[in-house]
């Protein structure tokens, strides 16, 4: 089977909480760029030097989560999620191998409203590749629909790839893509920015996707949201559901983060 298939196939089965803030400036706190553009309404942003905003929705077990120091001194704070094959999930949602943030309201994404999310990932030094899972590291999820999340970004092998759904099939990718070298990636950060509008229909809607600047992907008018869903959700961490159930190349998998702004246009 075709390797992005399979990973599309296998994807079905505290700071300070800053509510409808209209940027009026332009600053530059995330290495990709500014924090936000003029006229844009900043839902929420933290950099993490506060600890853990008690308003996520923690889905991980004890230890897996925390807040450390920045290995490459960028930020001061970073966010470090990780698992390790030998742990027992049976406590965690759906008892399934994951160490996520669910991020609060206002973080919320309604169809027909434009939104930037910009953060940070970094793959430590000593990172070892699974070639035969995907671990998904950053996702929209849909909410009480079953299926694939709506927009997931996920790391398999040596390669990022990044699926979106929408519309009334939720066993369906509607576009995707994989984007390459994650290798060159271990040990510095990585600045992602998501430009997502989102519409079941596919009219006006848009997922762009920049790293470190630059567009690696873009789709419009193509559905990238669940028929009636207005709260989708944002979601950061590590997600790789069959890792105790077939094959693995890897025993531990971690992932940092840094500073993360979601806005509204």
């Known amino acids: 089977m075709n390797p992005f298939r399979h990973l599309v196939a296998l994807l079905r089965s505290r700071p300070v909480l800053v509510a409808w803030r209209r940027c009026t400036v332009t600053t530059a706190i995330l290495g990709s760029g500014a924090l936000c553009a003029q006229n844009q309404q900043v839902l929420y942003q933290t950099n993490w030097q506060d600890g853990l905003d008690p308003h996520f929705g923690v889905q991980a077990n004890s230890g897996d989560i925390a807040i450390v120091a920045d290995p490459a001194g960028e930020y001061t704070k970073a966010l470090q999620t990780t698992i390790r094959l030998s742990e027992d999930f049976s406590h965690v949602a759906n008892g399934v191998p994951r160490a996520e943030l669910l991020f609060p309201s206002p973080v919320r994404f ?4 434009t939104y930037r999310v910009r953060w940070s990932t970094m793959l430590p030094p000593g990172t070892q590749f699974d070639a035969r899972q995907f671990v998904i590291i950053t996702q929209i999820n849909q909410g009480t629909w079953l299926g694939g999340p709506t927009l997931a ?25 994989w984007l390459c070298c994650a290798d060159a990636d271990v040990g510095k950060w990585v600045h992602w920015e998501l430009i997502y509008g989102p519409q079941e229909s596919g009219k006006n809607a848009v997922t762009e996707l920049r790293r470190d600047g630059k567009q690696v992907f873009l789709a419009q008018d193509v559905p990238n949201a669940y028929p009636g869903v207005q709260n989708a959700y944002l979601k950061i961490g590590l997600y790789k559901p069959d890792w105790q159930k077939e094959a693995t190349d890897v025993a531990q998998v971690s992932l940092l983060y840094g500073p993360v702004t979601v806005s509204r246009e």
Not at 153 to 177: E, F, M, N, P, W
């Open 110 to 113: 309604a169809q027909s409203q």
């Open 153 to 177: 970004l996920a790391l398999q092998g040596k390669r990022y790839a990044i699926s979106q759904r929408g519309g009334g099939r939720h066993d369906t990718v509607s576009a995707g893509k």
